[in-house]
DNA sequence: TATTGTTATACTCTATAACTATA
DNA sequence: TATAGTTATAGAGTATAACAATA
């Protein structure tokens, strides 16, 4: 019987209770990470990008020659990790990888014309995906809620 | 040569800019979100516990008797994917599931009293690292946070 | 015809260990 | 001896499609 109350579930799609859950900041991070990793993908869908790579590209285009490895560590990516991601970049034809001149064990990242293209019309898209989905935030609490997440990554290390 | 100053990556592990990805709150709501489940999963070692299984577990408690698909709409987890995670907790002994008696498709889920230990052993080993975690936020940063994050949660539905 | 649970499958993200080449 | 990048591998988490039993 669809559309019927669901007595033993509470109203069922309604309201849960979720017990401790509730008052646990974890759980609520996870949710929300999700929604906005949702909705990032939903914004994006179809160019490729992935949250993971604009972060990578971000930081290239920041540091134009930076090593793999040090973008990696900016980022709390592994190096074995980085590997993969950055061959998909320069697959793609956004990032252009090159001995360092200084290291000749290191690889030199830049980004290519198409890389900073990318970088840029993905930007548009994704502070027009936030824009939509925070814009019940104020710009303080945006700012604030910002300032709060920085300090709890500072904090886990 | 250890500890020699990275010129071209401006020293390295410190102060690396992130660019337009420094803005966002996608990106450190992801960070903040791995490093709260990092430090969980340090301080919750050895217990076999996980953040999505605890989650699990609390709405049991909460909902006694509660269906299995409606503990994954509520935590926002496909009916496929938990089908293994039940039965990780069956299997582990801390729910007992039994054919609902008003619909016999569904599946009603107790905590068995192990269950209902280990869902306060670990509530208060997830406490203590929260509390230990988050000592940097006062109580109504962290009450603040709760109150974001749930807003954030609501608007990607 | 819709829903509950299930199986099978695949992809992303992450983690570890072992290797090479350079430093 | 330490570091940069690589390979191989494994385990979580999540997503979709198809199926049987029941509503």
């Given at each position: 019987m669809p559309g019927e109350k669901d007595v033993q579930a509470e109203l069922?799609?309604?309201?849960?209770?979720?017990?401790a859950l509730d008052g646990l900041?974890?759980?609520?991070?996870?949710?929300?990470?999700?929604a906005i990793g949702n909705d990032f993908a939903r914004a994006i869908a179809g160019t490729?990008?992935?949250q993971v790579l604009f972060g990578i590209l971000s930081v290239i285009a920041a540091n134009p020659g930076i090593n793999q490895g040090t973008?990696?560590?900016a980022l709390g990516i592994q190096r074995?990790?980085?590997v993969s991601l950055v061959n998909?970049?320069?697959d793609a034809g956004l990032v252009q990888r090159q001995t360092a001149v200084d290291d000749r064990r290191a690889l030199a990242l830049t980004l290519t014309p198409e890389g900073e293209e990318k970088?840029?019309?993905?930007?548009e898209l994704i502070r027009a995906h936030e824009d939509r989905l925070l814009s019940g935030l104020s710009a303080g609490?945006?700012?604030?809620?910002?300032?709060l997440l920085a300090r709890i990554e500072a904090a886990g290390d």
């Open positions: 069922d799609t309604d309201i849960i209770a979720l017990g900041v974890g759980y609520h991070m996870r949710r929300a990470s999700a490729g990008m992935r973008v990696g560590r074995a990790n980085m998909e970049l320069v970088t840029r019309t993905s930007l609490e945006r700012e604030q809620l910002i300032d």
